[in-house]
């Protein structure tokens, strides 16, 4: 059992079961668009220790785009 779910009742937990299965529904159709290389980019941006903010800023020349498309 995961540690989350430890002190949750058993109507707790089935609720939190569905909430997932929700939330990965309603995001599947944006990772859908995404190719197998932005997925990977994705996880690892994601598992960066500093979080998706602090890779992408160790990855300047990813930004310049956005920040030149915003002024």
Known sequence: MHAAFSNFTDA???ASV???ALTDELAAPAYDVLS???LDELV???DHPHGVTAWRAARHEH???VMAATG
């Open 12 to 14: 707790d937990r089935e």
């Open 63 to 65: 930004l310049e785009p």
């Open 18 to 20: 569905r909430i997932e």
């Open 36 to 38: 197998a290389d932005e």
């Open 44 to 46: 690892v941006a994601r």
